[in-house]
DNA sequence: AACCAACACAACCGCGGCTCC
DNA sequence: CGGAGCCGCGGTTGTGTTGGT
């Protein structure tokens, strides 16, 4: 006997989302949370797959998803990630605030990987690509490397490149296959000891202790994908922030912000604007204040 | 101006893992 | 312990936009 399906397919909606869909799901969510994606469409009002619910919610709606290119910082930590992750992109996501795992995988898809081909380096084992040609017997461990588990013991075959291992004591312990200090050297998150570009790159970072402590501080700001408790309020009454805990505003003043370009006004949350005016942060301004604190 | 290729990104699909019964 | 249901992840596709010819 099969799986069931997660939905009807004959009865839902497929597609790019509508502003009135989106307006009812960031209604819905603020109201109640999200106990429930499979329910959720139904109690929403949306002819929506509930994975597609928590997928737009996620990737493009949510108050702390940061809108806009990748830094150059940003850009590198993803790099150093992969290197160390491999296409693990949910575990990279969560090292980037504000930065979901699809952004990433598209931005690594479309731009990092051919970036790195031009570089001279293979996107996928971070090694050199002109040393892969003698290295072939390697590559096809390398990839099985790929899908083992962090208990996975290489045999010895990367005697020539030299591990990243600079920041690696920055993971917990508790992060999932990262283990950095059991983990043998590998493919996939060593680089090559003559590919110097690379190398410099990632100690730039890795060096950069500001950024590092920014970027990778036990202080730092994490997501929270739990859900929403807020007290229920009524739909008319959703944007009236005064009513809201005060943290929550502070949080949200963010995606609040992002919302102007998104056309807030279609939304039809009017009160934004009167809450604008007392808001002169920009979001960068306020994620370098985020990062110097 | 029209066409086409490349690019960027939102969204879909299927599978694996976790939890509950 | 095993099956069912649900969620989340990663790969892939679809579509709109941009730039070049």
Not at 239 to 265: H, K, M, R, T, Y
Request: aromatic share 6%.
């Amino acid at each position: 006997m099969g799986r069931q399906p997660c939905c009807d397919k004959q009865r839902v909606k497929k597609g790019p989302w509508t502003m009135d869909e989106d307006k009812k799901l960031i209604s819905f969510i603020l109201t109640n949370g999200h106990c429930c994606w499979r329910s959720l469409p139904k109690l929403a009002g949306l002819r929506r797959c509930g994975k597609s619910c928590r997928l737009r919610w996620t990737n493009y709606l949510r108050p702390d998803v940061k809108r806009g290119l990748l830094t150059d910082a940003e850009e590198q930590l993803v790099i150093e990630l992969h290197a160390r992750l491999g296409n693990r992109w949910s575990k990279i996501a969560a090292r980037l605030p504000g930065r979901t795992d699809n952004e990433i995988k598209n931005h690594w898809n479309t731009y990092i990987k051919k970036k790195l081909i031009k570089m001279g380096i293979d996107p996928v084992t971070h090694e050199p690509l002109n040393i892969q040609a003698a290295t072939d017997h390697q590559k096809e461990s390398s990839s099985r490397i790929a899908d083992r588990t962090s208990s996975y013991v290489e045999p010895a075959a990367e005697n020539n490149i030299i591990q990243v291992q600079k920041s690696s004591e920055t993971f917990d312990s508790s992060d999932d296959s990262v283990n950095c200090s059991n983990s043998p050297p590998s493919a996939e998150n060593s680089l090559s000891a003559g590919d110097d570009d690379q190398s410099c790159l990632i100690d730039s970072i890795c060096n950069d202790d500001e950024l590092m402590k920014c970027l990778w501080g036990d202080d730092q700001p994490q997501l929270d994908d739990s859900p929403w408790k807020l007290p229920a309020a009524d739909h008319g009454n959703l944007f009236d922030v005064a009513g809201l805990p005060a943290a929550w505003e502070e949080e949200n003043s963010l995606w609040l912000l992002d919302c102007q370009d998104f056309g807030i006004q279609d939304f039809g949350f009017d009160r934004f604007n009167e809450f604008e005016a007392v808001n002169t942060l920009s979001s960068t301004e306020l994620a370098d204040k985020q990062c110097k604190h």
